[in-house]
């Protein structure tokens, strides 16, 4: 009688909780949800209206704002999010801080853009769906694991590879934020200075200045690089 009635009165605890964790479970799901439909809204709008994202509209809109850098760091998050092309935010870096400057703040953007991204996709599949046991992502995602920053390093370095997709397909694995980003950095880092250097260079040439050249030269070595570097790893394998 008394196994029964603890029993009973044990059911009774576990789901009362269970009744007390519905709306709290019931309101994370639904803001994953809301976000999930802004994001793809967001991606739908700017594939709409893409003609106006190109590399000079962007620098003279965000140029008219005197905390320039911080509305071009705003506008890089917002475009990895929306999948807006990186290479599209460093040509208009270039054109807008210059050389310099511009691969400061084209490589700060790329990396907080891509940490918006995994976070995002970390968040939003929480609880929704469990791709870690399907037999082909699966493999991939422990790939990745294993490699660390190293393996999101190459992956950065393989130019087909769509930024905003490797964003949110890295978000999956359990690799921590630290490794991610440090990853990211690195293999982003010769095309953003490959990007800048070319939207610099177009800067001159709209100006009608001579110093056109020089960008132009070291973005194409940078550009050569990017592609270079994987072709070696795949040659000599660790």
Known sequence: MRREFARSTGAAVIAGRTLRDLPAAWLRGSAR???LAL???GAAIAWRWRAAFGPAALGAEIGRYPLA???FLAAHIAGSLLFVPRTVLA??????FGVGWGIVWAAIG???GAMAGFLVARYLNAGLVDLSRH????PILDRVERGGWRAVAGLRLIPVMPHSLANYGLGLTRLPLAGYALGSLLGQLPMTVAYVEFGAAGEQVMLGASG?????????AALALS??????????PR
């Open 135 to 138: 037999p082909m992502i699966r």
């Open 212 to 220: 056109w050249l020089g960008p132009t030269l070291i973005g194409s």
């Open 91 to 96: 040509i208009a870096a270039g054109l807008l």
């Open 227 to 236: 592609l270079l570097i994987p072709a070696i790893a795949r040659r000599h």
């Open 39 to 41: 994001l793809l809204l």
């Open 33 to 35: 949800l809301l976000l």
């Open 110 to 112: 790329s990396v907080a």
């Open 69 to 71: 850098p911080l509305v």
